[in-house]
Each structure stands twice: as structure tokens, then as C-alpha cells.
């Protein structure tokens, strides 16, 4: 290849480096400092969190749920990534897929799952009263977030597993009996710890900005830092103490990711079908199954629970379709502003506008330079949806409409995400295609769109899959901007259960599980042919 087309090269992904730094600068960090700037007026910062019992009752509140959610996430997910390596190729892409699922679920629907079985008169709850606990306060929460991040760490302990070389497990199985220490010494310990620990560090980082859970299941008694902004700016009015909560959490969860992008350095990555098998003694195995097993159960109940009572009415002990109906009316409806279809389509669009809005931008910023790219990706999980939403609130002007804001909210929670996967696609692209391209004459952004997207196309199709997903089960953000006409379902939800429309909330709730599993279908679809 001709100097000029490396040149070239170089020239284009440094403005990629420019272009990426400028759109995340203006869309993303200007809002979230328009929403902390207040927290410097007078003493307002000091004040806040210094003479405000209720802030510090809440920090404290979130660490400590934070830190058992998360200790309690690794305790039952880094046995269940370890299990996964016991599995057939088959076997542990389902699993992972269950994983997955239980992963991208909304949040609302979550909470709405622990209701169905361990809230007043759950399915769980009214036949062992001791289950009850889990469907509110302290111990609820942390079943909840368990839910959550346990897939997730033994997800990443098991790419951390499959990512091995094959030989050095031969090699070792061949020295040692698969029984032995030396097997959990030299293999399962060393290869599984960095994906346990970038796990648990996101796991934390997900629990500390923790909204709808402690909403919903702690109540008032346990309210988060994020709730917290919520509360000071939405209901008592006052931004000074909202932006010092959010500027003191910004600053707590930008320590966590540093310490993660360190650990995260050495976290492989393997996709959702590698397929590694270990061949454990007959016990061992067994008692891996049973325990996959056991964990599926916890994932899958509270779906299946949602999914019952959106169709059967405890009262009348009849089953029905009454409440679907009524969530897919087109009817007004005075208790939530808007016809209740409407909530779908709000849901849909902004998915549809989130997924093509986090393709441009993961695009760009995946061209330009790695350094300047992990900084951008990690950075973005120091801010929490409520920060952001209260930045984008008081930024946009007045006139770009509200659904503007929200889908910027959205792309921004999925960006991390939508990142990875079209970084990964791009990188596959062979550096010798592109140079023969544009030597050929072809423009930089003719190489990209006639040449590198489509060959990372599957790439592009998980990141839009992901995009999607994270936009259909948006709440907190979505929350904080709305107004009557942009409500989405997920928001929905959350408004049927203050309103004590269980029904309809589990019908709303049923119609998000089934766009979710469409959606998580559709991801291990393109990631088995990706790396198949």
C-alpha cells in the first residue's frame, strides 16, 4: 500500500477521535454538568450533604446495599459461570441466553415479577408467609439486584474461562486429576478472577444508581442517592441539594470505574456461543447441573409470575384477557393522560430513534484512535440516568421537544453496550481491505459504509439489538424528563401500581418481556453466526 492511503487512514480516524470527543462533549458531559452546577452556589454543597440528615442516611444506605448486592451477586454468579464450562456447547449457549434474558429484563418488570410471587398474596408468599420478605424493604432489594447481576458475573467468569487456550487445559488435565487442587489452583481460580472481578465492580456500579428497585420494593425507609435526586428536584423543588446528591454520586462512581478500567484490562472477552466443555467426575458434574438449575429457577420465576397474573384475576379467580386489551387500547384514558397504546408506540419510536442515533455515534467513536475510545465508553458509566436526565432537563431548550431529550437519555444508557459490540465488529475488519479501498479511490466514508460496516453487519445488528432493548426498559431517565404525551410503558407500569391496577400492570409488563425475549433471541442469534 502507498503511504497516502496509511496517511489517509490516520487523518480519518483522528477526525473520527475529534468528531466522536465533540458529540459525547455537547450531548452527554455539558448536560450532566449543567445538572451538578448548582451544587457550587454558595455553600450549597457543603450544606447538603454535610447538614442534611436524610443525604447521609442515604449514602450510607447505598453503599451498603450496594456492597451486599454485589457480594451476594458474586457468591451465587461466580459458582454458576464455573458450572457453565460443565455444559455442552449447546447446553451453555441456552443457559447464557437465560442469563442474558434476566440481564436485559426492565426493570419494572422485574419489579413487577417479585410482586406476582412474593408481594401480598403472591404465588410464592401466600403458601411460605417466610418468602414474603423478598417482595419488599431491605431484603427484597437485594434479591432483586441479585437478580440482575448474578447472570451477569457468571457470564464474564465464563468468558473469562472459554477464553483460555484449549491447550493449556489439555495440558494441565493431563498432569493432574480433574479433582485435585492443582485443577482450581492453576485454571479455574486464575482465568475465572478478572471476569469476577470487572463483574462485581459493574454489578456495584449498577446497584449504587439503582432507581426502580428501591422505588418501588424498598419504599421510603430505603431510598438510594438516585432516588434521592429525584425526590429533592421533581418533588421538593430544590435543584441546589439534587445537583450536590448528584455531583457527590458522580464522583463516588467515577473512582469505581477507574478502579474497574485497571481491572478490566485483563477481563477477556468470549461471545455468547463460544462453546468450551470441561469434563468434571460424575459428582461434580451433577452437582453443577443441579445448581444451574436452581438459578434458572430464580430467573425465570418472576417472569413466569408477571406472566400469570396478567391473565388471572386473583379476585374472581378467573383467567382473562381483559387487561391486555385494556393496555393495548386505543381508547383515552383518564388515569394515565393517553390512550394506553399509546405507551407502545412511545416505546417503540423511541427505540427505533435510539437504536439508528447509537449506531452514528458508536460508529464514529469506535473509528478513532483505542485510548481515546475506552476513555469514552468508561466514562460514560460514572453518570447515572436520573444525572443525566437532570442535565438533559435543564439543558435543552425549549424548543426541541421532550421525546428528543428522552431518546438521547436512552441512547447514552446503552451506549457502553452498543460500543463494545461495533468496536469489536470494526476491529475484525482486516486493516488490508480498508488501505486496498481507499488506495482504489474510494472515499473514507465509502470505505466505511461499502466496505467495513457491512462486513461487521452482525456486529452492528447485536449493537442495535442491545440498543433496543436497554430503550424499551428505560424507567428512571424516562421518568424524570416525561410529560403525559411521551409516556412509555415501562413508565406505564410504575403508574397502573401506584394506582393499584395490578392487572393492567402485569399486562404491560407481559408486552415488555415479550419484545425483550424477541430481542434476546435475536442477539444470540447473531452472535452464534458471528462467531460461528
Known amino acids: 500500500m502507498n503511504n497516502g492511503s496509511t496517511s489517509g487512514l490516520k487523518r480519518f480516524q483522528l477526525k473520527a477521535s475529534l468528531a466522536g470527543f465533540l458529540l459525547i462533549l455537547f450531548l452527554y458531559y455539558i448536560p450532566v454538568l449543567n445538572g451538578i452546577k448548582d451544587a457550587f452556589t454558595g455553600n ?75 408481594g401480598d398474596g403472591g404465588i410464592i408468599s401466600s403458601r411460605i408467609p417466610l418468602f414474603s420478605a423478598l417482595g419488599q424493604g431491605y431484603p427484597g432489594i437485594i434479591a432483586a439486584h441479585v437478580f440482575y447481576n448474578a447472570p451477569l458475573i457468571a457470564v464474564m467468569v465464563y468468558n473469562s474461562l472459554a477464553s483460555m487456550p484449549r491447550e493449556h487445559w489439555d495440558l494441565i488435565l493431563s498432569t493432574s486429576k480433574p479433582s485435585s487442587k492443582t485443577l482450581w489452583r492453576k485454571i479455574i481460580i486464575p482465568y475465572a478472577k478478572p471476569g469476577a472481578i470487572t463483574g462485581a465492580l459493574l454489578a456495584f456500579i449498577y446497584c449504587f444508581m439503582s432507581f426502580a428497585i428501591p422505588l418501588n420494593i424498598g419504599g421510603p425507609r430505603y431510598s438510594t442517592l438516585e432516588v434521592d435526586i429525584y425526590m429533592y428536584y421533581k418533588i421538593l423543588q430544590n435543584p441546589t441539594v439534587a445537583s450536590a446528591i448528584a455531583l457527590l454520586q458522580y464522583t463516588i462512581l467515577l473512582l469505581v470505574v477507574a478502579v474497574m478500567v485497571k481491572a478490566s484490562a485483563t477481563s477477556p472477552h468470549a461471545p455468547l456461543s463460544t462453546g468450551i466443555t470441561v469434563r468434571l467426575p460424575s459428582r461434580a458434574a451433577s452437582i453443577a447441573k443441579i445448581y444451574l438449575a436452581l438459578l434458572a429457577a430464580y430467573l425465570v420465576a418472576p417472569i413466569i409470575g408477571a406472566l400469570y397474573y396478567s391473565v388471572y384475576n386473583p379476585i374472581t379467580g378467573h383467567y382473562t384477557l381483559s387487561y391486555y386489551r385494556h393496555v393495548l387500547s386505543t381508547v383515552y384514558d383518564p388515569r394515565l393522560g393517553l390512550a394506553p397504546i399509546d405507551t407502545l408506540f412511545n416505546s417503540l419510536y423511541y427505540a427505533f430513534m435510539t437504536v439508528l442515533l447509537s449506531l452514528g455515534i458508536a460508529t464514529i467513536v469506535s473509528i478513532g484512535y483505542t485510548r481515546i475510545n475506552d476513555i469514552l465508553i468508561v466514562s460514560l458509566l460514572a453518570v447515572s440516568p436520573i444525572t443525566l436526565g437532570l442535565g438533559l432537563l435543564r439543558t435543552i431548550p425549549p424548543w426541541i421537544p421532550v421525546w428528543a431529550a428522552i431518546v438521547l437519555a436512552h441512547t447514552f444508557a446503552g451506549m457502553p453496550l452498543a460500543l463494545r459490540s461495533i468496536r469489536i465488529g470494526l476491529e475484525r475488519v482486516s486493516r488490508k481491505y480498508i488501505e486496498a479501498s481507499i488506495s482504489l479511490g474510494e472515499t473514507f466514508w465509502g470505505t466505511l459504509f461499502r466496505v467495513a460496516i457491512p462486513i461487521a453487519r452482525h456486529s452492528y445488528l447485536t449493537a442495535a439489538a442491545l440498543a433496543a432493548a436497554i430503550s424499551l426498559g428505560e424507567f428512571s431517565a424516562t421518568l424524570f424528563l416525561r410529560t403525559i404525551k411521551t409516556t412509555t410503558l415501562a413508565v406505564a407500569i410504575y403508574q397502573y401500581r401506584a394506582l393499584r391496577l395490578f392487572g393492567e400492570a402485569y399486562a404491560a409488563s407481559g408486552i415488555l418481556i415479550l419484545l425483550t425475549i424477541i430481542v434476546v433471541y435475536i442477539i444470540a442469534r447473531l452472535e452464534g453466526v458471528r462467531s460461528g
Open 44 to 118: 450549597g454543597l457543603v450544606e447538603s450533604l454535610t447538614g442534611n440528615r436524610v443525604v447521609r442516611h442515604s449514602l450510607g444506605f447505598t453503599v451498603e446495599q450496594a456492597l451486599i448486592s454485589t457480594i451476594a451477586s458474586l457468591a451465587i454468579g461466580f459458582p454458576g459461570g464455573i458450572a457453565l464450562i460443565t455444559l455442552s456447547s449447546r447446553g451453555s449457549r441456552l443457559t447464557r441466553t437465560l442469563l442474558l434474558t434476566a440481564f436485559m429484563s426492565p426493570s419494572m418488570v422485574v419489579v413487577m415479577g417479585f410482586t406476582s410471587l412474593y
